[in-house]
């Protein structure tokens, strides 16, 4: 078979957890105030952020999801941090041979606003991606109260990742 000769990859990610009550709201590693006081139900803390752009790596890789590498069965990512989640999938992506150029995300929420906190966000992310705070892009929008989003039943997030060959 033949090798893809090919020096640079993109994947992309997407995820959407339901907002629940008596959980935390935590997107792109930063705790966030829900104005109803609700938060994202999920098996880890539920970051769509951080799981969004953790799928937008292992797909650029061809290495499966974020359910593939720490199944929800497995009681040892009960509550997990997902910035831990997300560093581990970048050294995954070391051990591969490529290196994490720019990420670029959208988070879609009625609620609460997120501007205040996207640089934050971003510094966290840059962080663990091992890159530049340049390299990775983050949006906040609405879905003009439409969907599951716009009925504020839940909050979801779209990343696509651009890797080289390290």
């Given at each position: 078979m033949n090798e893809s000769k090919c020096d640079m990859r993109i994947g992309n990610g997407y995820d959407i957890h339901r907002l629940v009550p008596g959980r935390d709201?935590?997107?792109g590693g930063v705790g966030l105030v829900h104005p109803d006081g609700l938060g994202l139900e999920g098996h880890s803390d539920a970051d769509v952020l951080a799981h969004a752009i953790t799928d937008a790596l292992l797909g650029a890789i061809a290495l499966g999801d974020l359910?593939?590498?720490f199944p929800p069965e497995d009681s040892k990512w009960q509550g997990a941090d997902s910035l831990i989640l997300l560093e581990k999938v970048v050294s995954l992506v070391k051990e591969h041979g490529w290196e994490v150029v720019n990420v670029d995300a959208v988070i879609v929420a009625e609620r609460p606003?997120?501007?205040p906190f996207i640089d934050l966000m971003r510094k966290n992310l840059a962080e663990r991606l091992g890159v530049a705070?340049?390299?990775v892009g983050v949006k906040a929008t609405t879905?003009?109260?439409l969907g599951p989003e716009g009925r504020e039943e839940g909050i979801s997030s779209h990343a696509v990742?651009?890797?080289q060959k390290s």
């Amino acid at each position: 078979m033949n090798e893809s000769k090919c020096d640079m990859r993109i994947g992309n990610g997407y995820d959407i957890h339901r907002l629940v009550p008596g959980r935390d709201l935590i997107l792109g590693g930063v705790g966030l105030v829900h104005p109803d006081g609700l938060g994202l139900e999920g098996h880890s803390d539920a970051d769509v952020l951080a799981h969004a752009i953790t799928d937008a790596l292992l797909g650029a890789i061809a290495l499966g999801d974020l359910g593939k590498h720490f199944p929800p069965e497995d009681s040892k990512w009960q509550g997990a941090d997902s910035l831990i989640l997300l560093e581990k999938v970048v050294s995954l992506v070391k051990e591969h041979g490529w290196e994490v150029v720019n990420v670029d995300a959208v988070i879609v929420a009625e609620r609460p606003k997120l501007k205040p906190f996207i640089d934050l966000m971003r510094k966290n992310l840059a962080e663990r991606l091992g890159v530049a705070m340049e390299s990775v892009g983050v949006k906040a929008t609405t879905n003009e109260r439409l969907g599951p989003e716009g009925r504020e039943e839940g909050i979801s997030s779209h990343a696509v990742a651009l890797l080289q060959k390290s």
